[in-house]
Nanobody
């Protein structure tokens, strides 16, 4: 079993920055991929960014150039640096770990609210 714990969410004004963290623990196998997803009220959960063990990152078009995903494989931690935040970035942000073979895990989420 794997546990994922997110932190770093909060309330920020438009144009501001936040840094999210995700700490993974438990039976973690490699290779794996980790990612950040978000879900706004009334909308489906969507990919924000993901990253492989090798550091290959992929971003949603809406966050390219503003968000940066990174990970520390030695500590099984992942981060999301969010700059130039917009009100439309308001959502619950979830950490995800995919170990393949159908083993996908989710954190409980952290709220990010961007005021205009």
């Amino acid at each position: 079993q794997v546990q994922l714990v997110e932190s770093g969410g909060g309330l920020v004004q438009a144009g501001g920055s936040l840094r999210l963290s995700c700490v993974a623990s438990g039976s973690i196998f490699r290779p794996n991929a980790m990612g950040w997803y978000r879900q706004a009220p009334g909308k489906q959960r969507q990919l924000v960014a993901d990253i492989t063990n090798g550091g290959v990152a992929n971003y949603a078009d809406s966050v390219k150039g503003r968000f940066t995903i990174s990970r520390d494989n030695g500590r099984d931690e992942m981060y999301l640096q969010m700059n130039s935040l917009k009100p439309e970035d308001t959502a619950v942000y979830y950490c995800m770990l995919n170990q393949g073979g159908g083993y996908q895990y989710w954190g409980q989420g952290t709220q990010v609210t961007v005021s205009s």
